[in-house]
Nanobody, 123 residues
Framework: QVQLVESGGGLVQPGGSLRLSCAAS????????IAWFRQVPGKEREGVSV????????IYADSVKGRFTISRDNAKNTVYLQMNSLKPEDTAVYLC????????????????WGQGTQVTVSS
């Protein structure tokens, strides 16, 4: 059974930090690109960051560049998203997704999805 499970979300004040985890089971992430998306009710799903399957190359949305860092630990079959200097507009459900081989910025091209973890940034 293929499964992705996100964790680490919660409530933080503006300027705070959270570290999200995306743990895979039923398959290994070594040959998959992993992306983080976020979703707010009534709005389009937004790409946040992607890490490549081979060399660990990364891309970020302009809105999070310099504040968020994506990384992977293949030995633990887990991808992380370190979020610093959080802003209220970062509030969303964060989902991780996987696809074989190459990276993509488009959610339609991802095969496997987690259930999401809520991040709320509020004073």
């Amino acid at each position: 059974q293929v499964q992705l499970v996100e964790s680490g979300g919660g409530l933080v004040q503006p300027g705070g930090s959270l570290r999200l985890s995306c743990a895979a089971s039923g398959f290994t992430l070594d040959y998959y690109a992993i992306a983080w998306f976020r979703q707010v009710p009534g709005k389009e799903r937004e790409g946040v960051s992607v890490i490549g399957s081979s060399d660990g190359s990364t891309i970020y949305a302009d809105s999070v560049k310099g504040r968020f860092t994506i990384s992977r630990d293949n030995a633990k079959n887990t991808v992380y998203l370190q979020m610093n200097s959080l802003k209220p507009e970062d509030t969303a459900v964060y989902l991780c997704a996987a696809r074989p081989d190459g990276s993509s910025w488009f959610w339609e091209e991802y095969d496997y999805w987690g259930q999401g973890t809520q991040v709320t940034v509020s004073s």
